[in-house]
Every structure is written in C-alpha cells, then in structure tokens.
C-alpha cells in the first residue's frame, strides 16, 4: 500500500434567486445559492471527492445518495465529518488541501480566511495546509453567466506512522 495517496474532486451547481449559498462552510452574501439536494457546498463536496478518491473509495453520491431523504438539505460539514472518519479508518492523514472556486459573482476574497478556518479542522489540518482560491469564468460559459458555481480539488494524503 502506498504511503501517499492524491486525490481530485470537482462538483458544480446550478444557482437560483433566493436560495442560501454555503462555500467552504461559510454563508455567503449573495442574491443566488445553489440548488442541491444537500446545501450544495461545492467546496466541501469537491473535498469529499477528493478524499474518497485518494482511497479509492467511490464518489460522494455512493455514500450521501441525492435520492436519501436523510440527506436533504444536510450542512456538508457534516458529511465532510463523516467522509474523514473513512480516512482514518483507512490508515490516513491528509497533509494538504487545495480547493480553487470558479463563479463570476459575488467576490470570494473576504470569505477566504473564513472558509480556511471552517474546513482546517474538519480535516483535522492547520489552516496554512488549506488553500482557497477562486476565479470568474470572464463571462464565459454557465458559470460566467452566474447560472452555476464550481469547485475543483485536490488533496494529498499520507499513511500514519505505525509507531
């Protein structure tokens, strides 16, 4: 078995008016939020992703179907929490995350330092571990119409000691 594992996630929403939007945790000030059977948090779902691919553990519909009422709704920290349980149980720490947000509004930089603090611990990592960034699609494609909201991520983890 392997002492580090990689692993990439990607989600993406469509956005409507009058409806929360969560990033990274984080309420956002917005006129539009994702349309999802959970709270659409794309950050945290592209995290899942990223970890239960690492592990080749599946998707996080495999584990959170969009068909379970249990689900509806649900804050993704939660599911972030459960996903991490996987992690250990497999033997594994995540070293780093880094998350990179495509929508064109609203601007992201001000929740950056919040959506750090909300995911570091989750992860059980420090918050310089944890990357946020995001980008506009410059009025291009869905996403650049402000139809949707996007999030790719990446995560490295590493085997835990046996000692």
Known sequence: MADFRIGNGYDIHRLAEGLTLTLGGVRIEHTKGCVAHSDGDVVIHALCDALLGALALGDIGHFFPDTDEAYRGIDSKILLKRVMEHVRKAGYTPCNADVTLLLQKPKIAPYIPRMRAALAPLMDLGEDCVSVKATTMEHLGPIGAEEGVAAYA????????EY
């Open 154 to 161: 990446t995560i490295l983890l590493q085997k835990k000691s």
